[in-house]
């Protein structure tokens, strides 16, 4: 029987869930169902609920949970997710993961991961990120020089308006009060591991997929 990778990905803010999410799920064929996307291409797009979450996402607070549980409900019910999916960014809340557990009742064991890194690496990260345009690839330490096109596909480069220092620090603040109380709530399962986020990125990689491995291990 093939086993779904049913995973939910948290971690502070440029902690690199977006990055490893992207990356593994190219790996396994399997959606990579980002909320921060989600809600970006909704606010990009003009919609009622990009209208609704554009100033929140811009001052770096919470969507109400609400919101994001009907967003999540709805993407995990499309067909492409019935096969595994990664979850980046979901869930933040204990209130969110309470009301996962029983979205995802009836399906294979989910599986969390928190990427562990450091506020002042993070703030230093975010500062240097740019997002592409076209194909959405995340680019990071550009070694001091302004990167204005896409090294993958040559599109344009931008900076995510919740990236300024300011709003990086109050997003931090976010986290620890609202996010990190995950690590407590998900402490007892044997499907919950923590990665080393303060590596390069194929290293944090390799330890992903140690994680999983030892989480099947596990289950066998
Ligand atoms: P979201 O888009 O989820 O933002 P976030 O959690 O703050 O995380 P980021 O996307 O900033 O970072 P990341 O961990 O994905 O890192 P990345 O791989 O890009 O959410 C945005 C907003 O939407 C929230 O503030 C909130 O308003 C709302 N929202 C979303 N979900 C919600 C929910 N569930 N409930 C309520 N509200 C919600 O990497 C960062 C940078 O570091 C890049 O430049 C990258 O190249 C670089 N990098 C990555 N890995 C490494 C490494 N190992 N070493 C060095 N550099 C690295």
Redesign the pocket.
């Known amino acids: 029987m093939v086993v779904a990778l049913n995973l939910a990905?948290?971690?502070?803010?440029?902690?690199?869930?977006?990055?490893?999410?992207?990356r593994l799920a190219t790996e396994r064929g399997i959606p990579q169902v980002?909320?921060?996307?989600?809600?970006?291409e909704a606010v990009q797009g003009g919609t009622e609920l990009g209208r609704e979450?554009k100033a929140?996402?811009d001052?770096?607070?919470?969507?109400?949970?609400d919101?994001?549980l009907g967003i999540?409900r709805e993407r995990l019910s499309k067909a492409d997710a019935s096969g595994g999916f990664i979850l980046?960014?979901?869930?933040?809340?204990v209130a969110?993961a309470t009301a996962l557990d029983d979205i995802l009742e009836g399906r294979q064991g989910l599986v969390v991961l928190e990427?562990a890194?450091g506020d002042e690496?993070?703030v230093n990260?975010?500062s240097?990120?740019?997002?592409c345009g076209n194909c959405g690839a995340?680019?990071?330490?550009t070694n001091g020089e302004a990167q204005l096109l896409c090294p993958t596909c040559g599109g344009e480069l931008s900076q995510?308006s919740?990236?300024r220092e300011d709003v990086?620090r109050g997003?931090l603040e976010?986290?620890h009060r609202e996010t990190a109380p995950l690590v407590e709530f998900y402490q007892g399962r044997a499907s919950f591991r923590t990665v080393d986020?303060?590596?390069?990125?194929e290293?944090?990689a390799q330890a992903v997929q140690a994680a999983l491995s030892a989480v099947n291990g596990a289950a066998a």
């Open positions: 990905m948290f971690g502070p803010p440029g902690a690199g869930k977006g990055t490893q999410a992207r980002s909320t921060g996307d989600i809600l970006r979450v929140i996402m001052a770096g607070e919470l969507v109400g949970d919101v994001m999540v980046d960014g979901f869930p933040r809340t969110q990427i890194v690496t993070l990260r975010l240097r990120r740019r997002v995340i680019v990071g330490d995510r919740d990236d990086v997003r976010v986290y986020g303060d590596q390069p990125p290293v944090v």
